[in-house]
C-alpha cells in the first residue's frame, strides 16, 4: 500500500510539532547553563582578564538573547512568520560560536590557573568551563533544529498557494 499525500502531510505536521516543542525546551536548559557560567566567572578571581572578559561577555550576550527569545515565543511570534526561524537559526549559531569560544577560553584561564591560586578559586572556573561546555552542546543542538525548522517552513511556503 503506497502512501498517500493526506498520510504525509500528516506526518509532516507531527513532525513540525515535535521539532518545534523540542528546541522551544532547550531555551530553559540554555538560560540555565548560561547563567551558571555568568554566576561563576563573575564570583571568581580573574588571572586573565581578556580572555574571562570575553567568556563574560558571551555569556550575558547569551543570556539575553535566550530570554528574549524565549518570551517572544512564549507571546506567540514564532509560528507567524519565517523570518522569526531565520532569527532564531541565525542566532543559535552565533551564540554556538560563542560559547564554543567562551570553553575554549574559560579552559585555557582554567589550566593556567591550577597551581597558583586556592582550589576553591580553580574548582569555580573548573565547572564555569564544564557549564559553557555543556551551554555550547545546548547552543549546538538548538541550532541544529533551528536549521531543520527554517528547512521545513521553507518547504511549506512553497507548497502554500
Known sequence: MAPTEESDD???????????????????????????????????????????????????????????????????????????????????????VFYLSAAVLEGLATISMHNSFTQEHYLENAFATVFSSTATLLYVNHAWFSLIRWKFFRRIRRTLP
Open 10 to 96: 500528516n506526518l509532516m505536521r507531527i513532525y513540525i510539532e515535535i521539532s518545534a516543542a523540542f528546541p522551544d525546551l532547550l531555551f530553559i536548559f540554555e538560560s540555565v547553563f548560561g547563567g551558571l557560567v555568568w554566576i561563576l566567572v563573575a564570583s571568581s578571581l580573574v588571572p586573565l582578564p581578556l580572555l574571562q572578559g570575553w567568556v563574560m561577555f558571551a555569556s550575558v550576550f547569551c543570556f539575553i538573547g535566550t530570554t528574549v527569545l524565549f518570551f517572544s515565543y512564549l507571546i506567540g511570534s514564532h509560528y507567524k512568520e519565517i523570518s522569526w526561524v531565520i532569527l532564531e537559526a541565525a542566532y543559535h549559531c552565533i551564540a554556538a
